[in-house]
């Protein structure tokens, strides 16, 4: 069974950083894809971020371009997801997300499985 634990998430001020973590368990990590998605008090869940099995490709929600990077550790089966120049409107639970087929998905329908999720919280 696959599962997939968050961790990173906190309370930070305008303009700080946090790192997210997200440590899989199971054997589809290296061969699939891996997102990050966010979901804030009566909004849908969007996408943040994107990586393929290698770590040669990234894609990211324009929101976040330039301030956030996603990486990924296939040795240690965990996708990172750093987060600099943090704004209230950043605010939310941040999921991570495995998706077994090929190539980037940017909606949670195309993601297999998903974490639990961390709260992060930007105070302004």
């Known amino acids: 069974q696959v599962q997939l634990v968050e961790s990173g998430g906190g309370l930070v001020q305008?303009?700080?950083?946090l790192r997210?973590?997200?440590a899989t368990s199971g054997p589809p990590f290296s061969t699939s894809t891996m997102g990050w998605f966010r979901q804030a008090p009566g909004k849908e869940r969007?996408?943040?971020a994107a990586i393929n099995w290698s770590g040669g490709?990234?894609?990211?929600?324009?929101?976040?371009?330039?301030?956030?990077?996603i990486s990924r550790?296939?040795?240690k089966n965990t996708v990172y997801l750093q987060m600099n120049s943090l704004q209230p409107e950043d605010t939310a639970?941040?999921?991570?997300a495995?998706?077994?087929?090929g190539g980037v998905g940017y909606q949670p329908y195309e993601y297999n499985y998903w974490g639990q999720g961390t709260q992060?919280?930007?105070s302004s």
């Open 46 to 48: 969007e996408f943040v």
């Open 20 to 22: 997210l973590s997200c």
């Open 120 to 122: 992060v919280t930007v």
């Open 93 to 96: 639970v941040y999921y991570c």
């Open 73 to 75: 550790d296939n040795a």
């Open 98 to 101: 495995l998706r077994l087929r």
């Open 14 to 17: 305008d303009a700080g950083s």
């Open 57 to 69: 490709s990234t894609y990211y929600a324009n929101s976040v371009k330039g301030r956030f990077t």
